[in-house]
């Protein structure tokens, strides 16, 4: 089957977040398959620094109107990777810029003509480079391409065939803008209900993708589940039940040519399951960069890599903050985002020197010292569609603490000392003393060290390759080429 993937972040190109990851991962593992992959993303300044001398364009001018004005993109051929074929979309009145969304975790105020230009350009593009069986759009920021295809395009005798299979990453980040995105997108105003694209009198991208798409995926089952109730479903519960009959749940998975700890680029010693050594090497490299030197061994060294958001659940570890200092502990955190968070672990490192410590920015080489050099990965999230991290901390021996939501449920089993099974240590509830009575378990278990091993051995036994879920993928392909044919 030929699919064009369209995504706002693919590694290693730009990355915010784990949906780079899977973009950056799964169009590999569908080639391996026999698939023909293309990759859209647009060109952020950042892209550009990945280009080998000057672009190459496979398209010289793309026309995109909008009410007053046209906008016009260019396709810089960006090669093939792995068999992938990657092709960007230049605008640099609206890409060239130093974030993909905005500053400080924000939204820059034309995020909806921006990704606009791209859904269109990716649309227009095809026509010229080759219309896929199926488009696979990523979050909102993709999600105008089936509403696009059912609207604006329905007609188009080179487009009318194509079906599309909307993936949503985090149900949280909708792209939900002013009514008059309307007919700015010169979209006809009975696009505007209830039904289709409008939510709370706000133009909704991802309502609309949820309602067009001819097939749904969100990244583990669990939250596939979670996002049909009010809790967990952003107030899009009920028009994802009613299309639960096309919602599949989808576990992503781990692209262990980047993170594995037997040969991961980035640490000061490589390790494997057999053979543990390495591991006490990326703890001390660990502990160096973030100015903890003296920490001793048995005092284990807890990580946290992660995007500064409410999502995460760092409420939870500021209410925990000052008790946790009562243990024999030494904390590393690693992140960005909304500066609530940051200045609460700035504060937190500030008044704990040599037992907290922090670095406030994105920094891949670092992420990857955490994984290894940590004892405890913590990830306390409110709600999590997937999560990698957890994933990545069971490949290092890395033993996840997580509450039990979305794909940190799905992934994570509870250690059961009287079976030796289990992989790490969860909560239900979302609540301070929940999250601190599994620290204190974890910390428990720690201090026997034929246990923790036993611990650490069977999350590093786990294997989340991407063979199982680019498979489940395929499938839902299949059925949805088949949906378009019959329709
Ligand atoms: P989310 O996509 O919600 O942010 P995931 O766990 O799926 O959560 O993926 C997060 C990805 O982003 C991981 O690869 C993680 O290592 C990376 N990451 C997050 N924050 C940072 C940071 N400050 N520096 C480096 N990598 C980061
Ligand atoms: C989102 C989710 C995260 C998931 C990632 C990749 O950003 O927050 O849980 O792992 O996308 O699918």
């Not at 985090?170 to 980040?173: D, E, F, I, S």
């Given at each position: 089957m030929r699919i064009a993937f369209a995504a706002s972040e693919c590694v290693p190109f730009a990355k915010t977040g784990g949906l780079a990851d899977v973009v950056g991962a799964l169009p590999r593992e569908l080639v391996r398959l026999g698939h023909q992959v293309a990759v859209y993303l647009p060109l952020y300044t950042r892209v550009r620094k990945h280009l080998t001398g000057e672009p190459v364009y496979a398209i010289q001018s793309l026309t995109i109107p909008f009410r007053y004005y046209n906008r016009f993109a260019a396709i810089v051929d960006g090669g093939q990777h792995d068999g992938v074929q990657f092709y960007f979309v230049e605008c640099p009145e609206l890409f060239d810029r130093p974030e993909l969304y905005g500053p400080r975790g924000g939204d820059y105020p034309d995020n909806a003509e921006r990704f606009a230009v791209f859904c269109r350009a990716v649309l227009e593009a095809s026509k010229q480079l080759g219309v896929p069986d199926v488009f696979h759009v990523h979050d909102w920021q993709a999600a105008l391409i089936p509403i696009y295809l059912k609207t604006t395009y329905a007609l188009d005798p080179a487009l009318g065939g194509a079906a599309t299979v909307l993936t949503i990453h985090?149900?949280?980040?909708q792209g939900a803008f002013p009514p008059a995105t309307t007919e700015e997108l010169l979209f006809p105003w009975d696009l505007f209900t209830m039904d289709k694209v409008e939510q709370f009198d706000r133009f909704n991208f991802l309502k609309g993708g949820i309602v067009f798409s001819d097939k749904l995926t969100t990244v583990s089952r669990k939250y596939a589940q979670e996002i049909q109730t009010a809790e967990f479903g952003e107030q899009l519960d009920g028009v994802l039940h009613n299309r639960a009959a096309d919602l599949h749940g989808i576990l992503n998975g781990v692209d262990y040519a980047h993170w594995n700890p037997a040969s991961d680029g980035y640490l000061a010693a490589h390790y494997r399951s057999e053979e543990l050594e390495g591991k006490q090497a990326c703890r001390r490299d660990l502990l160096h960069a973030f100015g903890l030197e003296g920490v001793a061994d048995a005092t284990p060294v807890i990580g946290i890599v992660s995007r500064f958001a409410t999502q995460k659940g760092f409420d939870l570890v500021a209410q925990i903050a000052a008790e946790l200092m009562q243990r024999d502990v030494v904390v590393t955190a690693l992140g960005t985002g909304e500066p609530i968070y940051e200045s609460f672990f700035r504060d937190w490192a500030q008044r704990n020197p040599g037992k907290v410590a922090v670095q406030i920015r994105y920094d891949e080489a670092l992420a990857h010292k955490i994984e290894a050099g940590a004892d405890i990965f913590l990830m306390p999230s409110k709600y999590e569609p997937c999560g990698l991290n957890q994933i990545y901390s069971l490949k290092y021996g890395t033993v996840p603490v997580v509450r039990a939501t979305g794909g940190l449920d799905d992934t994570i089993e509870e250690w059961n000392p009287g079976e030796g099974t289990g992989t790490g240590f969860k909560f239900e509830g979302y609540a301070a003393d929940a999250l601190l009575a599994a620290l204190d378990r974890a910390l428990t278990v720690f201090k026997d060290r034929f246990d923790w091993r036993r611990l650490m051995r069977n999350g590093m036994a786990r294997d989340y390759s991407w063979a199982g879920p680019a498979s489940e993928y395929a499938a839902v392909y299949r059925a949805a080429t088949r949906g378009r044919r019959a329709s």
């Open positions: 985090n149900a949280g980040y």
